[in-house]
């Protein structure tokens, strides 16, 4: 077993192999960003927070951190490991006067400056001025082991269960003002890559593994070209970014960690996280066992078969949950039909007092709020564990 299900390059990531879905659980795992701040609700860089332990990584971006899961076999084990992790970087983020932030926004007018590196600057010059609205996006991304057999029903379906990021719409604003209910989905998909739309939006369901690396080749070329366009070297290029690095669709087939990721959800407090993943993977372990088929415009879960709605249809559910999220009656209702708990999530962007425009103090004083609220979800699952 040689590849690791996390893309990223912590050394505490376990091997994921090939298995059979009956013959080991199906193994899961997380990625979840958060703004740094001082104790003033000032953006600012995470230090030596990265020192709390395995699993935690600085981002491109200045003010935003990274705390990863290995691949987990359940529920319980990933929920021990990410708290555990998390809760390692908000003690020494304690004893430093910094705080994370559970939003997918940063609610930050000003701007927010990249770590150097060769990677983002190549990205920066290709998407060009837009590249800032990426600057503003903190996520969750969850990797869900690839079943042998059943890979192209699992992309299918996480393509038809994106609009399920209203689950966990955490932020309206880009900078201090009001965007839409899910401000970084706007923001990522269709602000950032306006100009490179086949990059960052999500694409239709696929026939086949032979399609998709189809695909990934076809949109890497458009990526390699426009680099070379504005002034990079080919060879330059191709060994800073292959065919999966160099797309940022929401849903991907991630061959070298042999996993399916699904991008799309925005950071929020860790048990809204924490069930969401919960919630996808049972729906994804479901399909190992009933058959997938594509149909109208209804979808639904049974315990007889997983019938996914045609690409349009879902295509008009993930508009209706970035601009109105759990607030659509069609959102709430396609996504009881196809399996989740709707009721379950409280989603922070629907509890915030939104006005069309906040000021800076009011910007800091609402980044403190949520990290008082992501500390209490920390605190609220330790006790009980210890319990």
């Given at each position: 077993?040689?590849?690791?299900?996390?893309?990223?390059?912590?050394?505490?990531?376990?091997?994921?192999?090939?298995?059979?879905?009956?013959?080991?659980?199906?193994?899961?795992?997380?990625?979840?960003?958060?703004?740094?701040?001082?104790?003033?609700?000032?953006?600012?860089?995470?230090?030596?927070?990265?020192?709390?332990?395995?699993?935690?990584?600085?981002?491109?971006?200045?003010?935003?951190?990274?705390?990863?899961?290995?691949?987990?076999?359940?529920?319980?084990?990933?929920?021990?490991?990410?708290?555990?992790?998390?809760?390692?970087?908000?003690?020494?983020?304690?004893?430093?006067?910094?705080?994370?932030?559970?939003?997918?926004?940063?609610?930050?007018?000003?701007?927010?400056?990249?770590?150097?590196?060769?990677?983002?600057?190549?990205?920066?010059?290709?998407v060009g001025s837009n590249f800032e609205y990426v600057r503003h996006c903190a996520g969750t991304h969850i990797h869900v082991e690839?079943?042998?057999?059943?890979?192209?029903?699992?992309?299918?379906?996480?393509?038809?269960?994106?609009?399920?990021?209203?689950?966990?719409?955490?932020?309206?604003?880009?900078?201090?003002?009001?965007?839409?209910?899910?401000?970084?989905?706007?923001?990522?998909?269709?602000?950032?890559?306006?100009?490179?739309?086949?990059?960052?939006?999500?694409?239709?369901?696929?026939?086949?593994?032979?399609?998709?690396?189809?695909?990934?080749?076809?949109?890497?070329?458009?990526?390699?070209?426009?680099?070379?366009?504005?002034?990079?070297?080919?060879?330059?290029?191709?060994?800073?970014?292959?065919?999966?690095?160099?797309?940022?669709?929401?849903?991907?087939?991630?061959?070298?960690?042999?996993?399916?990721?699904?991008?799309?959800?925005?950071?929020?407090?860790?048990?809204?996280?924490?069930?969401?993943?919960?919630?996808?993977?049972?729906?994804?372990?479901?399909?190992?066992?009933?058959?997938?088929?594509?149909?109208?415009?209804?979808?639904?879960?049974?315990?007889?078969?997983?019938?996914?709605?045609?690409?349009?249809?879902?295509?008009?559910?993930?508009?209706?949950?970035?601009?109105?999220?759990?607030?659509?009656?069609?959102?709430?209702?396609?996504?009881?039909?196809?399996?989740?708990?709707?009721?379950?999530?409280?989603?922070?962007?629907?509890?915030?007092?939104?006005?069309?425009?906040?000021?800076?103090?009011?910007?800091?004083?609402?980044?403190?709020?949520?990290?008082?609220?992501l500390e209490a979800d920390v605190r609220r699952v330790s006790s009980l564990t210890a319990d």
């Open positions: 077993m040689s590849d690791r299900i996390d893309p990223g390059e912590s050394s505490d990531r376990d091997a994921l192999g090939n298995s059979g879905a009956d013959s080991v659980p199906l193994r899961r795992s997380i990625e979840v960003e958060y703004w740094v701040i001082d104790g003033q609700g000032r953006l600012t860089d995470p230090g030596s927070l990265t020192d709390a332990g395995e699993g935690v990584e600085r981002e491109f971006v200045e003010p935003l951190l990274e705390i990863k899961t290995t691949p987990c076999e359940s529920t319980a084990e990933l929920r021990s490991e990410f708290y555990e992790r998390l809760n390692r970087v908000l003690q020494r983020a304690a004893g430093l006067d910094k705080r994370l932030v559970p939003l997918g926004t940063p609610m930050y007018d000003g701007t927010i400056e990249d770590r150097p590196g060769e990677r983002t600057r190549i990205q920066d010059r290709v690839q079943q042998p057999g059943h890979v192209i029903d699992q992309l299918n379906t996480l393509i038809a269960l994106d609009p399920a990021l209203a689950l966990v719409n955490s932020s309206p604003y880009f900078g201090h003002e009001r965007l839409t209910t899910g401000a970084r989905s706007q923001l990522y998909r269709r602000m950032a890559y306006e100009t490179l739309p086949h990059q960052g939006r999500l694409w239709s369901y696929a026939e086949d593994r032979e399609e998709w690396a189809k695909r990934l080749e076809h949109r890497y070329g458009e990526f390699v070209t426009q680099s070379i366009i504005t002034g990079f070297d080919r060879e330059r290029v191709e060994s800073y970014f292959g065919p999966e690095s160099a797309v940022w669709t929401p849903v991907q087939l991630r061959e070298r960690f042999s996993t399916v990721e699904w991008r799309s959800p925005d950071t929020a407090l860790p048990s809204q996280v924490l069930r969401l993943a919960d919630e996808l993977v049972a729906i994804v372990d479901l399909l190992t066992e009933v058959p997938v088929r594509i149909e109208g415009e209804t979808g639904q879960l049974t315990a007889e078969e997983i019938v996914l709605p045609e690409f349009d249809v879902v295509g008009q559910y993930v508009d209706a949950a970035i601009r109105e999220g759990l607030s659509s009656e069609a959102v709430r209702e396609y996504l009881g039909r196809m399996g989740f708990d709707v009721d379950a999530y409280e989603p922070l962007t629907h509890e915030m007092d939104v006005t069309a425009e906040i000021t800076e103090s009011e910007a800091r004083e609402r980044r403190l709020r949520y990290a008082d609220r």
